[in-house]
């Protein structure tokens, strides 16, 4: 089965950098799950609040320059938490990075505070 993003997940890949943007336009394209777009850029005011929850660690998130989206397994019509589906999720993305020859970093891979949903371009690549 073939997936689309949706008109929501579009927008909310507004302002987001192009070729991070190119990268989650193929994933969907090859993905063997459906998934949405959850975050793309976020106000300083959004992330001081994610600060504040424990849900986030950092001040300097590359959301705030559009370096970063966070993505959600669609499965049955809802987002879906179970890693498992993040590891398909960041196998489809680093296909997809590949093929667009973009570097990606995914959230799971860090050795602390592990992020399933969120991918992001490089620092060193891609400085804000």
């Given amino acids: 089965m073939t997936y689309e993003l949706s008109k929501r997940s579009k927008d909310r890949l507004s302002g987001v950098h192009p070729d991070l943007v190119r990268v989650v336009e193929k994933a969907i394209s090859i993905s063997d799950i ?22 986030s660690q950092t ?6 320059t559009g370096h970063a989206v966070d993505l959600g397994a669609y499965v049955a019509g809802q ?7 993040y590891h398909k999720l960041a196998d489809t993305m680093k296909k997809a990075a590949a093929e667009c020859n973009v570097p990606i970093e995914w959230g799971g891979d860090w050795t602390s505070f592990k992020d399933g949903p969120h991918f992001q371009l490089p620092h060193k690549e891609y400085p804000a």
């Fill in 79 to 85: 987002v879906r938490w179970d890693w498992p589906l």
């Fill in 59 to 64: 001040m300097r998130s590359r959301h705030i």
């Fill in 34 to 55: 459906d998934f949405t777009v959850l975050e793309g850029v976020r106000s300083i005011a959004r992330q001081e609040q994610l600060v504040k929850s424990g849900a």
